[in-house]
DNA sequence: GTCCATGTTCTTTA
DNA sequence: CTAAAGAACATGGA
């Protein structure tokens, strides 16, 4: 569910509160959400202080005192909140902490998600493409360079760029005016550029909205996001473009359904 | 009952 | 061999 720009305002929302704070208690309802499997997350969480939450891609990255890190990654269904004590967890509740007298949830209904166990020597960058956000227009068109798949396609490959989603490949892509099965090997420097700024734009204005939420999504506050309804092409299919008043179409291409604007994103 | 979903990874195919 | 396509994962909502 979550891309860059939700993961972005989790991140933030959640550091505010538990950046310097002991986790005092662990409880883990789920062991298959955790990797590697047998690790003893509880004991390993235990009495730890967090100096540390940042995001890297579309995970949550913690640093705890030992040193040790972990990551949080959403899936599709994932939610990373802060719950009043008082309250009943929710179903699909597999992790319990409480950190600084916040208690801190993670609730997973479809468990693509989970947490992973990176210790002190793990690679938090292992399989991962640049930021888009720090990315330049001449490494992304090196990058897209070396493959033949279609464009939107490309963007989604974590290891070719690392946090951009099924809502933001779209949007940038026709903020670009970008074609989305364009073969990405094709793409001009020219397009390129423009795709490396619109990609720049479009998460920077998500992020200044606080993220989509078009079903689950919420920040640590459980605060939904604004940026849906700017949206320009995702989920619009059949209503008619913002710039030129065509019907917004959707097609699936690798699986994935896909919007743009027939008109303003041309083939060529 | 059917289809679809903001994601990733494993398997199959070319 | 490798890149790309397809299936699988699990649950809930329309």
């Excluded at 509880?42 to 890190?69: F, H, P, T, Y």
């Excluded at 990058?143 to 396609?153: E, G």
Aim: hydrophobic share 40%; proline share 4%.
């Amino acid at each position: 569910m979550p891309e860059l720009p939700e993961v972005q305002t989790i991140v933030d929302t959640l550091a505010d509160r538990l950046v310097g704070a002991r986790i005092e208690a662990v409880s883990l309802n789920r062991r298959d959400i955790v990797t590697p499997g047998d690790l003893d997350l509880v004991q390993l969480l235990m009495n730890q202080r967090i100096v540390r939450i940042w995001r890297r891609a579309k995970r949550v990255m913690v640093q705890l005192e030992s040193g040790d890190r972990f990551y949080v990654h959403l899936g599709m269904s994932g939610r990373l909140t802060i719950e009043p004590s008082d309250q009943n967890l929710r179903p699909h509740t597999h992790l319990v902490m409480v950190v600084g007298g916040h208690r801190v949830c993670f609730r997973d209904p479809r468990r693509f998600g989970g947490i992973w166990w990176l210790g002190r020597t793990g690679d938090e960058q292992a399989d991962l493409g640049p930021e888009p956000l720090d990315m330049q227009a001449g490494e992304l068109f090196d990058r897209l360079k070396k493959t033949r798949r279609a464009i939107k396609t490309a963007l989604l490959d974590q290891s070719l760029i690392a946090g951009l989603g099924n809502i933001y490949a779209d949007e940038s892509l026709f903020a670009a005016r970008i074609h989305p099965r364009r073969m990405a090997s094709r793409l001009t420097r020219d397009e390129v550029e423009r795709l490396n700024r619109a990609i720049k734009e479009v998460l920077n204005r998500a992020i200044k909205h606080r993220g989509s939420t078009l079903r689950d999504y919420v920040d640590a506050n459980g605060s939904r996001g604004g940026f849906q309804k700017l949206h320009r092409v995702y989920g619009r299919e059949g209503q008619p473009c913002l710039v030129c008043g065509a019907a917004i179409k959707k097609i699936i291409l690798g699986g994935r359904s896909t919007h743009f604007c027939a008109r303003c994103q041309k083939r060529k």
